[in-house]
């Protein structure tokens, strides 16, 4: 996925985002985002038989993520 595609889920605040393009967003695999959900790091709700997460909590996550990471390196 390029950088084009994730700034368009990211610019989508609304609208929701499937297992897969959270995924992307975040960088990481589908598992690892239903690992997240079930340990409760992040919301989804369900649209028929399908998890769909907030492209804007997502964004978010995503956010607060990188900002951990890197106060980590910093004190490490």
Same mark, same amino acid.
């Given at each position: 996925?390029?950088?084009?595609? +994730? &700034? #368009?889920?990211?610019?989508?605040? %609304?609208?929701?985002?499937?297992? !897969? ?7 990481? =695999? ?6 997240? +959900? &079930? #340990?409760?790091?992040?919301?989804? %709700?369900?649209?028929?038989?399908? !998890? ?7 964004? =978010? ?16």
């Amino acid at each position: 996925m390029n950088e084009i595609t +994730l &700034e #368009a889920e990211v610019n989508r605040p %609304h609208q929701d985002l499937t297992t !897969l393009e959270a995924a992307r967003l975040l960088g990481v =695999s589908k598992l690892h985002v239903i690992d997240l +959900l &079930e #340990a409760g790091e992040i919301d989804y %709700h369900m649209v028929g038989s399908d !998890l769909m997460f907030n492209a804007a909590e997502i964004a =978010s996550y995503k956010s607060d993520r990188e900002h951990r990471d890197s106060e980590s390196l910093v004190s490490a």
